[in-house]
């Protein structure tokens, strides 16, 4: 396969309809055919049901640990948002790229792999890696199996860039977020005689109002990090269920909240304070009407913030590749502090801007390819010379 500039392989990448209920393996496969064809091996890393991968290529020595491009093959969902133009086709208006996933984050895909030429031209002191998972917007799912193998080899990477969208601008951090469902089985009966029963709706009420109060204790000036935006740790319930019919104490209901969290800060702490709460005001008096009666916990989701020391190789090469040491944070997650978990210093920096993603009529502007490409030329540039 013939080399690509990043717009031609941005429209490659936009057509796979990758939101992440469905498979990704026709995206893969045309990513590994470009690599494969530039002389570039890849290997593939799947899921259970074999329905997705991750995909992992080296360019440069095998003895040494290099830099890592990272990025999510899945996009969100484009059902029920209004666009004008088709979501999974590329469009351009007045320099602008439309089409799912442009920002988040095929984007930087098309860079990186439009970058290959670059740095298979130089000869690299230290390696690049391309690292592209599956089902990020669901929980950074995939990308902890590619880790798991990237922890048995003998040389780890030394730096991972994520090119999530930042308009290019250098990131070094973003709170961790931890998803969870509480469900509450009471006891029905007839609302006639409700104090018979345990109305499973006002126990999630009260479980609810005291994740309220845990969430302004986050939110004292003495636990705040001005880094982040909001500069506190915040709680949140997004959805509830229960009841059958007004005449009929619920017996049940659930509820999901999620903790989003600042990489300083353990959001066990706000489940270990629900669970307490729960066990010790609550289900007393609920099984001494049924026995039966209960609340359990269930995790949906988890990542870990990320707080990248801004004094280490991993900051002082951001600072190069973006022309700037003003580093910020960004609100939304992503595949960054398990990375550093991992032990690989982790930065974020990527073309286009997140206020884009996930709406309709998602764009990037060409000029943010651009500079992007010349980013990763000068990433090229100090693999080169790098001990």
Same mark, same amino acid.
């Given at each position: 396969m013939s080399e690509m500039s990043s717009r031609e392989l941005l429209a490659e990448l936009v057509a796979f309809p990758t939101v992440s209920r469905d498979s990704n393996l026709a995206l893969i496969a045309f990513i590994r055919a470009y690599l494969e064809g530039q002389g570039v091996a890849c290997e593939l890393d799947y899921n259970a049901e074999r329905s997705k991968a991750n995909l992992f290529a080296s360019i440069g020595p095998a003895e040494r640990g290099g830099v890592v491009l990272s990025g999510h093959s899945d996009v969100v969902p484009v059902a029920g948002?209004?666009?004008?133009?088709?979501?999974?086709?590329?469009? #351009? !208006? =007045?320099?602008?790229?439309?089409?799912?996933?442009?920002? &988040?984050m095929k984007g930087f895909i098309a860079c990186a792999l439009a970058a290959v030429?670059?740095?298979?031209?130089?000869?690299? !002191? !230290?390696?690049?890696?391309?690292? %592209?998972?599956? =089902?990020?917007?669901?929980?950074?799912l995939?990308?902890?199996?590619?880790l798991a193998e990237l922890a048995r080899r003998p040389h780890r990477p030394i730096a991972c860039l994520i090119g999530e969208p930042t308009e290019l601008r250098p990131v070094l951090g973003h709170k961790g977020k931890l998803a969870m469902r509480c469900q509450v089985r009471g006891a029905a009966c007839h609302s006639a005689y409700a104090p018979q029963g345990v109305n499973a709706i006002e126990v999630a009420a009260r479980l609810i109002n005291r994740l309220g109060e845990i969430g302004q204790r986050l939110a004292a000036p003495a636990r705040q990090d001005p880094r982040f935006d909001p500069p506190f740790s915040t709680v949140q319930t997004g959805l509830i269920g229960g009841g059958r019919a007004l005449n009929i104490v619920p017996e049940h209901c659930q509820f999901d909240f999620e903790v989003r969290h600042l990489p300083s800060d353990d959001p066990q702490e706000v489940v270990a304070g629900l669970r307490d709460y729960a066990e010790t005001e609550l289900l007393p008096s609920m099984q001494a009407r049924s026995a039966?009666?209960?609340? &359990? %916990?269930?995790?949906?989701?988890?990542y870990p913030g990320l707080a990248t020391d801004p004094r280490g190789e991993a900051a002082d090469l951001l600072a190069l590749l973006s022309g700037s040491r003003a580093f910020g944070t960004v609100a939304f997650g992503t595949?960054?502090?398990? %990375?550093?978990? $991992?032990?690989?210093?982790?930065?974020?920096?990527?073309?286009?801007?997140?206020?884009?993603?996930?709406?309709? &009529? #998602? %764009?990037?502007?060409? $000029?943010?390819? &651009?500079?992007c490409d010349a980013l990763l030329a000068r990433l090229a540039d100090w693999l080169r010379v790098h001990p």
């Open positions: 948002q209004a666009w004008s133009l088709p979501p999974f086709q590329l469009s #351009e !208006r =007045d320099g602008k790229l439309y089409g799912r996933g442009t920002a &988040d030429p670059t740095f298979q031209a130089r000869p690299l !002191r !230290r390696p690049v890696h391309l690292a %592209f998972s599956y =089902d990020e917007e669901v929980g950074c995939g990308v902890r199996s590619l039966a009666s209960a609340i &359990d %916990f269930q995790p949906l989701s988890a595949e960054g502090g398990l %990375f550093h978990q $991992a032990g690989i210093p982790t930065v974020i920096c990527g073309p286009g801007s997140m206020e884009q993603g996930h709406k309709p &009529d #998602e %764009f990037i502007h060409q $000029a943010q390819l &651009d500079g």
